[in-house]
């Protein structure tokens, strides 16, 4: 399972994950935005979901203006596989020190930003939220899920800028169906909580 973050991603989870990621694509290639407005986002995240486990990875983005206080954010983070604490103890408990207890997490996240002073060419202060598609896999193959999440974060500089943010994701739990483990047929699944908080921090390249 341990395969690289790009191997994941082409694989793909689902033929409706591989379209929801071409369509978000496409909003970024035809967004008609200001230049002055839209910017191209890149960053490193902290994410702590409700798995017993924790996770690092980096993202990319793009966000324009749809008027004068609000843009939306395009964005996919690729998270490093998450090993879930929990997952491990019941793969102990039952004899099965051998199965991974990896969980690879790769959101994809569309939403609105409010700024507060949009009209500072040196920063803002801004709130945000929006919808999310997790792109999954683990020990066994792992449908992909939905959720929301909320932000507030600030924009430091002009021309390429500096940004820090707080996120809060909540999601369905994703689960690892198990009747095809040895071992794990007893199991009507094994659900693994998505919620969690993520911190992020960033450069923003504005297009000129």
């Given amino acids: 399972m341990r395969s690289s973050v790009l191997g994941s991603i082409i694989r793909g989870s689902s033929i409706f994950g591989r379209i929801a990621a071409c369509g978000l694509l496409g909003v970024v290639a035809l967004a008609p935005a200001p230049a002055e407005a839209a910017g191209f986002q890149l960053f490193g995240s902290y994410f702590e979901p409700d798995l017993d486990g924790?996770?690092?990875?980096?993202?990319?983005?793009?966000?324009?203006?749809?008027?004068?206080?609000?843009?939306?954010?395009?964005?996919?983070?690729?998270?490093?596989?998450?090993?879930?604490?929990?997952?491990?103890?019941?793969?102990?408990?039952?004899?099965?020190?051998?199965?991974?207890?990896?969980?690879?997490?790769?959101?994809?996240?569309?939403?609105?930003?409010?700024?507060?002073?949009?009209?500072?060419?040196?920063?803002?202060?801004?709130?945000?939220?929006?919808?999310?598609?997790?792109?999954?896999?683990?020990?066994?193959?792992m449908d992909d899920e939905l959720g929301f999440y909320a932000m507030v974060g600030a924009v430091f500089g002009r021309g390429p800028a500096f940004f820090v943010e707080g996120m809060y994701r909540l999601a369905d739990d994703g689960n690892i169906?198990?009747?095809?483990?040895?071992?794990?047929?007893?199991?009507?699944?094994?659900?693994?909580?998505?919620?969690?908080?993520?911190?992020?921090?960033?450069?923003?390249?504005?297009?000129?």
């Fill in 54 to 141: 924790e996770t690092v990875g980096i993202g990319f983005g793009y966000g324009f203006r749809i008027a004068r206080p609000l843009d939306v954010d395009v964005r996919v983070t690729f998270f490093d596989t998450a090993d879930s604490a929990s997952l491990e103890g019941l793969f102990q408990n039952l004899g099965l020190p051998e199965l991974d207890a990896g969980i690879d997490i790769h959101p994809i996240d569309l939403g609105l930003r409010y700024n507060f002073t949009p009209e500072n060419p040196t920063g803002t202060v801004y709130v945000g939220a929006g919808v999310s598609y997790y792109l999954l896999d683990a020990v066994q193959e």
């Fill in 177 to 208: 169906a198990s009747d095809e483990i040895p071992g794990l047929e007893q199991f009507d699944g094994i659900d693994i909580g998505l919620d969690g908080p993520q911190v992020s921090f960033g450069i923003l390249l504005r297009k000129r």
